[in-house]
């Protein structure tokens, strides 16, 4: 089992930055890549950007060059246990609930949800 713990979303104008965490914890050492989607009222749950054990990264095409997906290395562990998305050039289309997801070779886990909203 794996718990996943999202935080830092909020309100932003356009343009402006946030930083989201999201923090693992039970079998870390399963999880294989790290992953963020968000969901719009009214719209299907998209993949933004995801982090993998190895480090390599990738993004949504919307997000390319505004959004950063990294991982803590503070703590010396070769496992995902907290990520962070880096967020700017914020627009009102990035207005969201923005959702982290693990993915093992077993199962996948969803953490509750942050809300960011993007507006002025």
């Known amino acids: 089992q794996v718990q996943l713990v999202e935080s830092g979303g909020g309100l932003v104008q356009p343009g402006g930055s946030l930083r989201l965490s999201c923090a693992a914890s039970?079998?870390?050492?399963?999880?294989?890549?790290m992953n963020w989607y968000r969901q719009a009222p009214g719209k299907q749950r998209e993949l933004v950007a995801g982090?993998?054990?190895?480090?390599?990264?990738?993004?949504?095409?919307?997000v390319k060059g505004r959004f950063t997906v990294s991982r803590d290395n503070a703590k010396g562990t070769v496992f995902l246990q907290t990520v962070f998305l880096q967020m700017n050039s914020l627009k009102p289309e990035d207005t969201a609930v923005y959702y982290c997801y693990a993915d093992t070779t077993s199962a996948g886990y969803w953490g509750q949800g942050t809300q960011v909203t993007v507006s002025s």
């Open positions: 039970g079998s870390i050492f399963r999880i294989n890549t």
């Open positions: 982090i993998a054990r190895g480090g390599s990264t990738n993004y949504a095409d919307s």
